[in-house]
């Protein structure tokens, strides 16, 4: 239990009802007790008092796509310093997805990533579970044992399943017990020996490219599958336009279909890249303006559902390497909501459009009671100043990788406080950048 929670003086923004206005709330038991127009009603006794001054108060973010270390690769990242990570971006809950060592494709594992995370995460750690046994796209897992152990819904992270047939049958199953299927879309035939967007840039920088169409056409057929299967079906990170035609279809006869996006395709592209830089060297990888700017117009019209992080932390070893060599993989977890403010203050889109897609969206796609701000929630709540000035340093990260694409970048946005069921697990500190 945790003492109650009073945050004043800040304009509330929630996404799910609507709400933009000053005011208060107070927080009780980890959950919102009120919300009031203008100043609070009371001042409980031995309450904390936050003074936003004006500043954003919002939802928790909730990332989708977050790779860890723990288990097996602890050196790169474990759950508390990613919870660290996400506290200190304005993240309250995040999808983990199974690539670990051993794979989450076990319900005793699932258990014990949820029991372990209680007690070292400062967030909520949501455990994804393995579509098919080891990723290896050949052999289901449990799906009703991994939904009772408490996965929030089924992947295999970096890896796309090539077999239609299997495919279909994996959607028909978690159809039936109710479950999200994340799915990466990607042709690795297609995809082949590919290490960036193809196109005259790959070719000046003499790198083999990567088609639009490995995207493309695995996501047509998940769309087919999953309007024939009925099964609750979110395309992990989609870049492309004609990605975007494909959604918009679809989701005109299916309910049940969205889609997600890396913030990295949103506010990159592939002429960032530069001089082989693999700090920019991405799965999905970046793709070409003209694509980010149809994906910046797919989030204004709802075709893309949510925003992630796609953080993905990898050490130095990996990274530095020649570009054809190197891992992919970026961290982004502490720049995921000022990246994403980019497109707000550059006038794209407004902020209630920016917060849902990282809030409320994300927690009707999973079944969460999280993401808005209303009585009886959970006390899951970020403040945030909206034109903070700072420059991304990694010597500045929570985390213990360091491979950001946002490096050396100025951006405005910055996390106040994060608190996760009422208790305060994020303050920025005066005079940090």
């Known amino acids: 239990m945790t003492r ?180 990466h879309v990607c042709d690795d035939a297609l995809t082949g020996e590919g290490v960036m967007n193809e196109g005259l840039f790959a070719t000046i920088l003499g790198l083999k490219g990567i088609p639009r169409e490995a995207e493309t056409i695995p996501l047509a057929r998940d769309l087919q599958l999953a309007m024939l299967t009925g099964v609750k079906y979110h395309a992990a990170q989609v870049s492309t336009a004609y990605s975007l035609d494909l959604l918009a279809a679809a989701k005109k006869r299916s309910k049940s279909i969205t889609a997600g996006i890396s913030i ?41 559902d949510t925003i992630h992080s796609d953080h993905d932390p990898q050490d130095a070893e990996v990274k530095r390497q020649p570009f054809a060599e190197a891992s992919d993989g970026a961290i982004g977890l502490e720049t995921l909501l000022a990246a994403a403010l980019r497109l707000v203050h550059s006038g794209d889109v407004d902020l209630a459009t920016v917060l849902r897609a990282m809030t409320i969206r994300p927690a009707e796609i999973l079944g969460l009671d999280s993401g808005r701000i209303a009585r009886g929630a959970p006390g899951d709540l970020i403040v945030f100043d909206l034109d903070y000035p700072w420059q991304v340093a990694e010597a500045d990260f929570h985390s213990r990788s360091r491979n950001t694409s946002f490096e050396g970048a100025r951006l405005a946005g910055k996390v106040m406080h994060t608190i996760v069921g009422g208790a305060v697990v994020h303050t920025h500190a005066e005079g940090t950048p």
């Open 4 to 183: 109650p929670l009073l945050i004043e003086n800040a304009r509330i923004v929630d996404p799910a009802s609507g709400l933009d206005h000053m005011g208060a709330v107070l927080v009780e038991n980890g959950r919102i007790a009120d919300i009031s127009k203008g100043g609070p009603v009371g001042v409980p006794e031995g309450a904390e008092v936050i003074k936003a001054n004006g500043q954003v108060l919002a939802p928790g973010l909730i990332d989708m796509r977050v790779f860890t270390g723990e288990p097996g690769k602890e050196y790169r990242e474990t759950l508390a310093s990613a919870g660290a990570a996400a506290a200190a971006g304005g993240v309250t809950s995040f999808v983990m997805m199974p690539d670990t060592t051993p794979v989450v494709d076990d319900g005793a594992l699932v258990d014990f990533l949820i029991r372990r995370a209680k007690a070292t995460s400062k967030v909520n750690v949501l455990p994804a579970a393995a579509i098919t046994k080891g990723l290896a796209g050949q052999e289901m897992t449990e799906f009703g044992l991994l939904r009772e152990a408490g996965a929030v819904c089924l992947t295999d992270g970096r890896h796309s399943i090539q077999s239609n047939a299997l495919l279909r049958t994996v959607f028909s199953y978690a159809a039936n017990y109710g479950m999200t299927v994340v799915h």
């Open 264 to 304: 990295n395709n949103l506010a990159l592209n592939e002429n960032d890249i530069g001089r082989y830089r693999t700090f920019f060297k991405l799965a999905t990888p970046l793709r070409s303006e003209d694509d980010r700017q149809a994906m910046i117009e797919g989030l204004r019209n709802g075709t893309i």
